[in-house]
């Protein structure tokens, strides 16, 4: 029997599913102990509004400049709950794994969960793993749900932006979306570009803060970029959206690579990036508060919201005129997260 691949009979729920479980990845994930494992978790200290999300990843290649797919998943979850506002707390994570995978990357992969997950303050507290044939998935996908806690009573959602509000964005578009790309096709693209893939709950904590009730809208443009999230506020809240092309902070090996390609940085997808939506007299404040965080140092207003024609976003070019900015259409880059 070959130990350092995974097989079919991991994922049977006898004898080598346990020796998975309890030699790799339960230590890994959270070391619950043989006495406490249960067909599901208990959790403590839950009251008030929750926030509750669920998500999948297939990103093709599962190790990519700046992160992995184990990183990825518990920063994509974390991060939609963050913006809820939600204090996020515990984690359940599902694995779907080729038949023949390494254990010595699955047992990376878990590492590189753990650590991100410690590292955002959450806890993985259950989860399921299965095995299917070999060619039946691509090595491994992985599903996780999240709950936070609500701990305000703001109402921080994609309807509630307002006119006159400002558009605040932590830091440079684009640098998941090319770093996945650059790994999975071997590009040389004689620069360091690396995925932005980080767990943006404590950089919310701190914008709460600041802006208290002047903070009206969060949310992560991840596929479909920028300009697809902007879209959709604008057309949640039924407002109108003016972006600054000038002001929209692009990285320049990010912006070579977009023009080689022929890609606009404002459709690619972006993990660690978020969209404040916060009230002009806050906006300032809101601004210099983020810059001092490690995961805001290049924050930027990009834009404005109007009461013009419900759910219209036009960009300011940088010679001063006026284009539309539409959903993206199609799959720009595929199996990005």
Avoid: W
């Amino acid at each position: 029997m070959n130990t350092d691949l995974i097989l079919l009979g991991h994922g049977s729920g006898g004898r080598l599913s346990h020796q998975l479980l309890d030699e790799l990845i339960i230590p890994a994930l959270s070391g619950t102990a043989p006495s406490a494992q249960n067909d599901a978790a208990l959790l403590d200290g839950l009251c008030g509004r929750l926030a509750y999300t669920t998500d999948s990843f297939v990103v093709d290649p599962i190790f990519f400049p700046g992160g992995t797919i184990g990183s990825l998943a518990v920063h994509g979850t974390v991060n939609d709950l963050a913006m809820m506002g939600a204090r996020p707390r515990f984690l359940s994570i599902g694995l779907i794994i080729e038949e023949g995978f390494s254990r010595a990357d699955l047992a990376t992969i878990l590492h590189d969960m753990r650590r991100a997950a410690d590292d955002a303050g959450v806890s993985i507290v259950t989860g399921d793993t299965k095995v299917v044939p070999r060619g039946k998935a691509d090595k491994i996908f992985i599903t996780s749900s999240g709950i936070g806690i609500i701990e305000h009573e703001l109402q921080i959602h994609g309807a509630n932006a307002r006119p006159g509000d400002r558009i605040i964005i932590n830091g440079t578009v684009g640098d998941h979306g090319i770093a996945v790309m650059a790994g999975r096709e071997g590009l040389k693209v004689g620069t360091d570009i690396s995925s932005d893939s980080a767990a943006l709950n404590g950089l919310v904590t701190e914008i709460i803060d600041e802006a208290g009730q002047h903070l009206h809208v969060l949310r992560d443009p991840t596929r479909g970029g920028v300009a697809t999230t902007i879209k959709e506020i604008a057309l949640q809240s039924a407002v109108s959206v003016t972006l600054s092309e000038k002001d929209l902070p692009v990285k320049p090996g990010v912006r070579g690579v977009c023009a080689i390609l022929g890609l606009d940085p404002l459709f690619v997808a972006n993990e660690g990036k978020l969209l404040a939506f916060v009230a002009p007299e806050a906006a300032d404040r809101v601004l210099a508060r983020m810059r001092q965080h490690p995961l805001g140092t290049e924050a930027a207003i990009i834009g404005s919201v109007s009461a013009g024609e419900a759910g219209r976003v036009r960009m300011e070019t940088s010679v001063g005129g006026l284009r539309g900015v539409e959903m993206l259409a199609g799959e720009q880059l595929p199996r990005i997260c």
